[in-house]
């Protein structure tokens, strides 16, 4: 069985920066890309950043130059650096990962349970 667990979320005033983390653990054979989304209230969920299993990084422009996205393979761990933080940054933030499980064949998009992140004065 695997599972993604996020931590670092909160509450945090405009202009402000918070640190996410999503650590991987379980059954895992190897870990493709890894990504963050999010999703506001009344709004469909986007993707905010993914990184692949090389290093390879991409970010909604609404991010770009504010957020970062990195990860520690040895640790099955993804972060997202927030900085500069907006009110419309305010949402749900979900880790995904594309994981190979040790007991089955092919990969499986997993995500975790969420985590709020508001930005408010």
């Known amino acids: 069985q695997v599972q993604l667990v996020e931590s670092g979320g909160g509450l945090v005033q405009p202009g402000g920066s918070l640190r996410l983390s999503c650590a991987a653990s379980?059954?895992?054979?190897?870990?493709?890309?890894m990504a963050w989304y999010r999703q506001a209230p009344g709004r469909q969920r986007e993707l905010v950043a993914g990184?692949?299993?090389?290093?390879?990084?991409n970010y909604a422009n609404s991010v770009m130059g504010r957020f970062t996205i990195s990860r520690d393979s040895a640790k099955n761990t993804v972060y997202l650096q927030m900085n500069s933080l907006k009110p419309e940054d305010t949402a749900v933030y979900y880790c995904?990962?594309?994981?190979?499980?040790?007991?089955?064949?092919?990969?499986?998009?997993?995500w975790g349970q969420g985590t709020q992140v508001t930005v408010s004065s």
């Open positions: 379980g059954s895992i054979k190897s870990i493709n890309a």
């Open positions: 995904n990962a594309n994981i190979v499980p040790i007991t089955q064949y092919g990969s499986y998009a997993f």
């Open positions: 990184i692949t299993s090389g290093g390879s990084t």
